[in-house]
């Protein structure tokens, strides 16, 4: 069981990354996802989820209405889109999915856990 994140990398502010998570070993689907991230020097928080039952997407507050998150079943890879990106949305980002419901409240509730790929938001 493996989760894989890629994509991140070095935006300007105002810029969009796209970064993706892979899984092998098991199916996405029958899990919920979330993207955490942490920053440095601060503790790691939700970012968003989405349920494995209805594909209901939840977002914290400071990335609503900027950053979108997506499955696909089929290739088995989640996706978060981040556009209007801030220097504060700097730090490491992680998937991570578990069998219990999608939030962004708590990393108790995720098992299986990615790498983590950076993104760096500066000018």
């Known amino acids: 069981v493996q989760l894989q994140a890629s994509g991140g990398g070095l935006v300007r502010p105002g810029g969009s990354l796209r970064l993706s998570c892979a899984a092998s070993g098991f199916r996405l689907a029958r899990y919920s996802i979330a993207w955490f991230r942490q920053a440095p020097g601060k503790e790691r928080e939700g970012v968003s989820a989405i349920s494995s039952s209805d594909g209901t997407v939840y977002y914290a507050e400071p990335v609503k209405g900027r950053f979108t998150m997506s499955r696909d079943n089929a290739k088995n890879m989640v996706y978060l889109h981040m556009a209007s990106l801030k220097p504060e949305d700097t730090g490491v980002y992680y998937c991570?999915?578990?069998?219990?419901?999608?939030?962004?409240?708590?990393?108790?509730?995720?098992?299986?856990w990615g790498q983590g790929t950076q993104v760096t938001v500066s000018s």
């Open positions: 991570a999915a578990g069998p219990g419901i999608a939030t962004v409240y708590s990393d108790l509730l995720y098992d299986y």
